[in-house]
């Protein structure tokens, strides 16, 4: 039996997606003899930018004869989205040409038919698109001892679940600095992606019924979570990438050389120019307590009414440090408490500009149903009692039926 | 090697003619001189043309032609005769009632000697589907965008050496082709065969010579060194591809073939919110035309899957998107959908809402009462009408280093005025459309008021437009 120079299919070890390259001198796919060369990968390229999918390109050496060449690409125990492969010679990319490809049944590979005009080595890339490689993103943030600012760490984590190993594979998240590292099966590699020293943090205290309720809602105190809050622009260190979602660590210098953890929350994207606030529990030294004061009934026309409100806070900061507290009010939920029930209609309102806290208003964030206010706190005095401070928002629902 | 052995055969009986069953017979099996395959993709349809060289004795000949385990229609197959045609006759054909996938033609022929015939017949199983590969320059200006098709063969036949034709367009049938083949024609026991792979019919001796020969034949004609010419050609309200020379498709593997290369295809970014086509997101899109100024026009394109790439200038690619896009014609925009854009923030804000233009009824009277009007309005007096307004915003921030065009289209139900300073224009009678450049690093506020006429003041059902802050 003559020996020819052939091709085959690859033994299915592990995982491992090989390439196969051969002259086609007989098409015998089944013959018992076979020659065949297994070029290795002399580059790869995880491209992780892609919110959902990754990208992997591959370079490999591929010896081919003059004439038509088969090249076999195969896998085992991998998700490669077979649909996805491309082949691209890279050397003399005019001549070297993919003539077609054939797919067997019910089998992970296809042939590359490549016509090279000359016989000689060439370099190709095989890209595809592979499934559980993936990434998240993760956060830690350190905070000075006294809490003005902090340093950010961005980290990607680059899970390999695809049952294949890839040695020295250059990696890019679609932002900042690109990487070169092996990842092995299964691993998990947790790279630095960023780091963003001396960002300002500013601590929220938020009074926001409609969204944290009550923390005894027979005293009518409200539930004031803490926030960090860091503004992703330059101007605050930050700016340089819309941050994506995922998980925030969030720690303290102690003043003893050592750092306390002080809670974590889930960082959700964060575009450029927006705030990042991270949930890092309930200020229970801070304690303000809601009632309606005032609610007028007055009639304008028929059965058409104005409503006259009065929402006060009674608000105690049992902190040595004064603290600025952001009060929240829903209209429409203020409307269906006064009311008691929804009139599926807009809320028409006008802020009644004769208390100190109408100066308060964040013209910015505050919208056509939410009011926002930002209000200082002095700390407790010296005999350790907090001084009460009591804020009263004055608004006129109108023309309500 | 063949892996399966041709399912169809042709036999000139020897013997004179066919009289009901006999247990001995001896017979030639012509082999196919060629096989064209004409593949809709529309449908599961494909119509084979087949020549093969049958030699006749004068007088009548009966000629068999079976195709057990393939999908092919029964009431589809044809016979005709491509030389000495005046000489020859077909009689009859007979569809016996104990091998439903066999029929036997009695032909007369004045002449004793060869002829060629062509057998058509429809069978289901090939198909055929298009891909796109598009790859943008980092600048986002131009676009290599190349077409392929891929070939899949479930036939349950071997084609070997066939021209293969590709047909896009869609076609009228009034029955599946693969329930005609399926009807009462296979059994049980074969259709289990077929879909555990394994039905393989043995062929005469001969006859198998002859078709590794072709496939040899095949093979070689395959190694050219240059892609194949794939020819493009309108017909009716269909197109056709043909692929130069011949393909070998076996059965269960697919194959695919590159249609057409297009080079920097110039495109436009356009970023749109209409609800109705992409959700209620702001979407970014690549925006092209299938026409020759982009370097493609050449064929329409055929529904098809598109892998969009960019060239991320580190020396590969980054995916963009991946999605189907439907038919379309030469001369038609191509829109590739990248989705929402991390770098283009759009927020849509309520600013301020108010009422006016109240309306009352009085109770046992039917007149309607305003105090706008100047008429005075009484205790029990009930609001049925009022205008209702919103000024809203669609905020864009734009953080990428060029200006970006905006397109949106909100849809409004009611009887309402869309009062703006930003040139709107009316889609339809319900939907505004709007447009807006925003330039690098810019916030831009796209404000308009929205007045919805209600109860009793609503009169139509639609929306006019009014210029105006």
Redesign the interface.
């Known amino acids: 039996m003559s020996v020819h120079p052939g091709f085959m299919k690859p033994s299915r070890v592990a995982a491992a997606a090989c390439v196969i390259a051969g002259m086609?001198a007989a098409?015998?796919?089944?013959?018992g003899i076979k020659l065949i060369t297994l070029p290795p990968r002399e580059r790869v390229?995880i491209?992780l930018?892609?919110p959902n999918?990754t990208?992997v390109?591959e370079e490999r050496v591929v010896p081919l004869n003059a004439?038509?060449n088969e090249v076999v690409f195969a896998w085992a125990n991998t998700q490669i989205d077979k649909?996805?492969i491309?082949f691209r010679p890279l050397s003399d990319p005019e001549n070297v040409?993919?003539?077609?490809?054939?797919?067997?049944?019910?089998e992970n590979a296809l042939t590359w038919?490549v016509?090279?005009?000359k016989a000689g080595s060439a370099r190709v890339r095989i890209?595809y698109?592979i499934g559980q490689l993936d990434k998240s993103f993760a956060y830690e943030a350190t905070a000075a001892n006294d809490e003005k600012s902090l340093t950010l760490r961005q980290y990607v984590l680059l899970h390999n679940r695809a049952n294949e190993t890839f040695g020295d594979a250059?990696m890019?998240p679609?932002f900042g600095e690109?990487f070169e590292r092996p990842i092995g099966i299964n691993e998990t590699k947790q790279l630095l992606s960023a780091k963003f020293e001396n960002v300002p943090v500013r601590k929220v205290y938020t009074a926001d019924l409609s969204e944290f309720g009550y923390l005894d809602e027979g005293k009518k105190q409200l539930r004031v979570p803490m926030h960090y809050l860091l503004k992703n622009d330059s101007a605050n260190a930050l700016g340089k990438f819309?941050f994506m979602y995922g998980k925030a660590r969030v720690y303290q210098d102690d003043g003893r050389g050592t750092t306390a953890f002080l809670g974590e929350d889930w960082l959700k994207?964060t575009?450029?120019?927006?705030e990042v606030r991270l949930y890092l529990g309930v200020a229970k030294d801070v304690v303000v307590k809601r009632t309606i004061a005032r609610r007028d009934q007055n009639?304008v026309?028929?059965?058409?009414y104005h409503y006259d409100v009065v929402v006060k806070y009674e608000i105690e900061n049992f902190k040595d440090a004064p603290v600025v507290l952001d009060i929240a009010e829903s209209m429409q939920s203020l409307r269906r408490e006064i009311l008691g029930r929804d009139t599926g209609?807009?809320?028409?309102f006008e802020l009644v500009k004769d208390t100190p806290m109408a100066e308060m208003l964040d013209k910015e964030k505050s919208?056509?149903?939410r009011l926002l206010f930002h209000v200082p706190l002095p700390a407790r005095g010296g005999d350790q009692k907090a001084v009460k401070a009591t804020q009263e928002l004055h608004v006129l629902i109108?023309?309500e039926? | 090697?063949i892996?399966r052995t041709f399912a169809l055969t042709l036999t000139a009986m020897i013997a004179a003619p066919v009289v009901a069953q006999r247990n001995v017979d001896l017979s030639t099996v012509p082999p196919r001189d060629t096989v064209q395959l004409t593949i809709y993709n529309s449908e599961d349809l494909t119509l084979v043309r087949e020549i093969r060289t049958v030699t006749f004795r004068q007088g009548v000949n009966p000629l068999q032609f079976s195709w057990a385990n393939t999908l092919i229609d029964s009431t589809s197959v044809q016979l005709r005769f491509k030389t000495r045609a005046d000489q020859l006759e077909l009689l009859d054909t007979t569809f016996p009632h104990d091998k439903p996938q066999q029929l036997t033609w009695n032909v007369r022929s004045g002449m004793d000697g060869d002829a060629s015939v062509e057998i058509t017949y429809f069978t289901s199983g090939l198909s055929w589907a298009a891909?796109y590969?598009c790859v943008s320059d980092p600048a986002e200006g131009k676009m290599s965008f190349d077409g392929f098709v891929?070939i899949y063969n479930n036939s349950g036949e071997d084609y070997e050496n066939a021209q293969v034709r590709l047909v896009v367009g869609t076609i009228n049938l009034v029955e599946k082709i693969a329930d005609l083949a399926r009807r009462g024609v296979i059994s049980e026991q074969d259709r289990n065969q077929m879909e555990r792979?394994g039905g393989v019919l043995r062929a005469p001796a001969r006859a198998r010579a002859e078709l590794q020969d072709a496939?040899?034949a095949g093979?070689a004609a395959?190694?050219?060194?240059?892609?194949?010419e794939i020819v493009k050609e309108g017909l009716s309200e269909y197109f056709i591809y043909t692929i130069e020379g011949t393909e070998t498709i076996r059965n269960?593997?697919?194959?695919?073939?590159?249609l057409f290369t297009g080079t920097d295809a110039p495109f436009d970014v356009r970023y749109r919110y209409r609800p109705e086509e992409y959700g209620a997101q702001l979407v970014r899109l690549f925006i092209l035309r299938n026409d020759e100024a982009s370097g493609l026009g050449g064929t329409p394109l055929p529904d098809g899957?598109v892998?969009l790439?960019k060239d991320?200038n580190?020396d590969?690619?980054?995916?963009?998107a991946?999605q189907t896009i439907k038919y379309v014609p030469v001369g038609q925009e191509i829109e590739l959908n990248l989705g929402p854009d991390?770098?283009v923030?759009h927020e849509w804000?309520?600013?301020?809402?108010?009422?006016d233009n109240?309306w009352?009824s009085r109770s046992g009277v039917n007149v309607r009462y305003s105090?706008t009007q100047g008429h005075k309005?009484?205790?029990?007096?009930?609001?049925i009408g009022?205008d209702?307004h919103?000024?809203w915003t669609d905020r864009i921030?734009n953080?990428r280093d060029k200006p970006i065009n905006v397109e949106f289209r909100r849809s409004f139900d009611g009887d309402i005025v869309f009062r703006s300073p930003l040139n709107p224009a009316l889609h339809d009678y319900r939907t505004v459309q709007f447009n807006a450049t925003i330039a690098p690093g810019e916030?831009k506020d796209l404000q308009y008021r929205v007045t919805t006429k209600s109860g009793y003041n609503q009169k139509e059902q639609h929306v006019v437009l009014e210029a105006g802050e």
Do not use: C
């Not at chain 1, 026309?301 to 058409?304: A, E, F, I, W, Y």
């Open positions: 086609l098409r015998d796919a089944d013959a390229e491209q930018d892609h999918v990208l390109e004439g038509v649909e996805s491309q040409r993919v003539l077609s490809v054939s797919y067997p049944p019910n038919q016509a090279s005009p890209s698109l250059g890019w679609g690109r819309p994207f575009p450029r120019d927006d009639r026309l028929g059965n058409l209609r807009n809320v028409e919208t056509a149903d109108k023309n039926w | 090697m892996t891909d590969v891929r792979g496939v040899t093979f395959a190694e050219s060194a240059a892609p194949k269960t593997w697919s194959k695919r073939m590159r899957v892998r790439f991320n580190r590969g690619l980054s995916l963009l991946q991390p770098e923030i804000v309520l600013l301020r809402s108010f009422r109240l009352f105090p309005i009484e205790v029990n007096d009930q609001v009022w209702e919103q000024v921030r953080y916030k």
